[in-house]
């Protein structure tokens, strides 16, 4: 059953993985009225983005939040992308000469603490499935829980990811393309110490600890 439209924030945000939770936090200290909305349910607790490089850390640094996300990860200044081809991260000219590796969870859980502070609220379980427009508005239908409803912004802003359900909606196509290669991350238990471990293909590939 859809129930009333509500007009509830000026700037609507989809999604509350790093850009949503990084854009509310800007918008909510330039004193913008927004909130966002999150189809999961819980907190993700999924690694997915895990190496976070020095210019996403000066960036954090300007809001005071990297020395947080720098505890909840490990410290790499040297990578190897390729065979042969070692960079030495420590000769960056950057506050931050690393690469970190840290779970995209745990970015999250700093972005989202901080703009919690800043009074930005978060809606989980509310996924936007339908999305009109009119040249002064935006009406979103949500499905959540309770079925599904409609509300009205001035802005919808497509914080949604990769996949983005509103890119879908606008008929905004994927412009460019896809890397050729694939990549499979897990989120497993090891049984033993992490180990570092080289494809076939030479890449290698540091795990958390090794
Ligand atoms: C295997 C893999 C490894 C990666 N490794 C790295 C890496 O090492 N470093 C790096 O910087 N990047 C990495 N990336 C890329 C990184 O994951 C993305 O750039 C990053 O997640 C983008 O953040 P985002 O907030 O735009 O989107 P997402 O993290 O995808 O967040 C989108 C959010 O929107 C929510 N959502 C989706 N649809 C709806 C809807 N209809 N209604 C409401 N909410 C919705 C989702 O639940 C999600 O929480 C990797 C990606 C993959 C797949």
Request: hydrophobic content about 40%; glycine content about 10%; overall charge negative.
């Amino acid at each position: 059953m859809t129930q009333h439209s509500a007009y509830t924030s000026d700037v609507i945000i989809v999604g509350a993985g790093p850009t949503g939770l990084a854009l509310a936090g800007e918008l909510a200290l330039a004193g913008v009225d927004c909130r966002i909305l999150e189809r999961r349910e819980e907190v993700s607790n999924l690694t997915r983005a895990f190496a976070v490089h020095a210019r996403t850390l000066e960036l954090l640094d300007a809001r005071g939040l990297a020395e947080d996300v720098i505890r909840r990860g490990v410290r790499l200044e040297q990578v190897q992308g390729l065979p042969g081809a070692t960079l030495d991260l420590s000769q960056l000219d950057s506050k931050y000469p690393m690469l970190l590796i840290a779970p995209q969870s745990a970015t999250e859980a700093v972005l989202e603490a901080s703009d919690e502070k800043r009074g930005v609220v978060i809606e989980r379980g509310a996924e936007v499935i339908g999305l009109e427009q009119s040249p002064s508005t935006v009406q979103l239908t949500i499905a959540d829980r309770d079925g599904q409803r409609t509300e009205t912004a001035r802005y919808v802003v497509a914080c949604d990811g990769a996949h983005s359900r509103v890119r879908e909606l606008l008929g905004v196509g994927f412009t460019g393309k896809q890397y050729e290669t694939h990549i499979i991350l897990a989120d497993v238990q090891l049984s033993g110490p992490a180990a570092r471990w080289r494809a076939p293909d030479g890449a290698h590939h540091p795990a958390r600890g090794a």
